[in-house]
């Protein structure tokens, strides 16, 4: 029997099968509550940086309060690239 996914959005038609038992959780990971911990959280990484709109924060929140020991976290992991420039037209702006 599989385990119990957490996440907030679409369930693809493939990803339902006779194994996998899935429920989707509408809210706010600091106010919903699960029965139990879950196996895999699927996430959906928006924002700028991670940091933007706290989805960082938030999926560490999940991470700690829903996920199993050794659960998985989709996606999991995120690079980011910075690259220095110089406009001086917004910095006469400021």
Request: proline share 7%; aromatic share 6%.
């Given at each position: ?17 006779d ?72 910095w006469?702006?400021?």
């Open positions: 029997e599989g385990g119990r996914c957490f996440f907030e959005g679409h369930v693809p038609a493939a990803a339902l099968s194994k996998a038992r899935i429920m989707v959780v509408k809210g706010k990971v600091e106010d919903v509550s699960l029965p139990e911990a879950v196996d895999v959280i699927v996430s959906e990484p928006l924002g700028f940086f991670l940091v933007h709109e706290r989805m960082l924060e938030a999926l560490v929140t999940a991470r700690d309060r829903f996920l199993k020991p050794g659960g998985l976290i989709f996606p999991g992991s995120a690079a980011l690239r910075v690259v220095p420039i110089t406009d001086s037209v917004l006469n702006e400021q």
